[in-house]
């Protein structure tokens, strides 16, 4: 179905005046007034339309489109103060209050902290003063956008063999072992270096030295460690630290840490200051 009640240029023109930005996921076929739409109102960049493909590309747009976007200039970026409150839920102790929001009796609801207006849901908008009222963990939420997780480091094999740990802090999966290393090939017998064998392009080559190198080439080969630090971003021995707690990750767990969860596991564990105390304290009152 085509729902167009009005001009769609015009409408464009309103949104490249207020300045607001549009990122549009396609569930369709690609249209071209989507991506003029998405182009114009992000400064000529059209890779905020795009159109899924399947429901993991889908999930992955949802998730790309929630991230806040990059300023462009300090022109559009001008910041202005938004005044909020923060209320707390009340519960009525004698008859039921209407809500202003919905006009509907409840008991318990969250009084605006500047008109004392009840609402019964947050985050809302006061209908009698207009003030923003939201609860703190809706601003935590975006806390990790501003302080993202710090990078984990890569752990060498040295360090994997002095950690005290052998699995992972968070999932406690057992680690990878250090690779031993291979032992020497034996040399090729010396009566076989007499013989002469025929390669593919007919040329004659003494099968002994040529036995010899390609062992020597074996046994160099054998020997060298696997150098996964080669790759960036790869540790060698598939441990990560964290570079605040110094806890040890697998893999999976980096990428749920960093992509998902946004805190770290061991940084979450440790005691907060004053809690050893507090526990000291809480023993000897008991033991008093």
């Known amino acids: 179905m085509s729902s167009d009640p009005g001009?769609?240029?015009?409408?464009?023109?309103?949104?490249?005046?207020?300045?607001?930005?549009?990122?549009?996921?396609?569930?369709?076929?690609?249209?071209?007034?989507?991506?003029?739409?998405?182009?114009?109102?992000?400064?000529?960049?059209?890779?905020?339309?795009?159109?899924?493909?399947?429901?993991?590309?889908?999930?992955?747009?949802?998730?790309?489109?929630t991230t806040p976007p990059v300023s462009r200039s300090l022109d559009h970026s001008i910041p202005s103060l938004l005044m909020m409150g923060f209320p707390s839920r009340s519960l009525a102790r004698g008859p039921a209050i209407a809500c202003a929001c919905h006009n509907t009796p409840v008991r318990e609801g969250y009084p605006c902290t500047r008109c004392a207006t009840r609402v019964c849901k947050l985050p809302a908008v006061c209908p009698a003063c207009g003030l923003t009222l939201i609860l703190s963990t809706h601003l935590a939420r975006s806390y990790h956008h501003l302080f993202p997780l710090r990078g984990w480091v890569d752990v060498s094999w040295a360090s994997a063999k002095a950690s005290p740990s052998d699995v992972c802090f968070s999932c406690l999966t057992p680690f990878p072992t250090a690779p031993r290393p291979l032992p020497l090939?034996?040399?090729?017998?010396?009566?076989?270096?007499?013989?002469?064998?025929?390669?593919?392009?007919?040329?004659?080559?003494t099968n002994g030295i040529a036995r010899k190198r390609r062992l020597e080439d074996y046994t160099d080969i054998a020997q060298a460690p696997l150098d996964r630090s080669a790759v960036k971003g790869i540790s060698e021995s598939g441990r990560y630290a964290c570079v605040v707690c110094g806890n040890h990750f697998c893999i999976d767990c980096d990428v749920f840490a960093h992509e998902v969860l946004h805190n770290c596991p061991g940084c979450q564990s440790l005691p907060h200051p004053g809690t050893d105390a507090l526990d000291g304290a809480m023993a000897i009152d008991t033991a008093a």
């Open 185 to 205: 090939l034996p040399p090729p017998p010396p009566q076989q270096q007499q013989r002469v064998e025929v390669q593919q392009d007919n040329t004659p080559i």
């Open 7 to 65: 001009d769609i240029h015009s409408t464009l023109a309103s949104l490249v005046a207020d300045r607001v930005r549009v990122s549009i996921i396609g569930l369709s076929a690609h249209i071209a007034i989507c991506a003029e739409l998405c182009a114009r109102t992000n400064a000529g960049d059209a890779s905020t339309y795009r159109v899924a493909l399947d429901e993991p590309h889908l999930r992955d747009l949802l998730m790309a489109a």
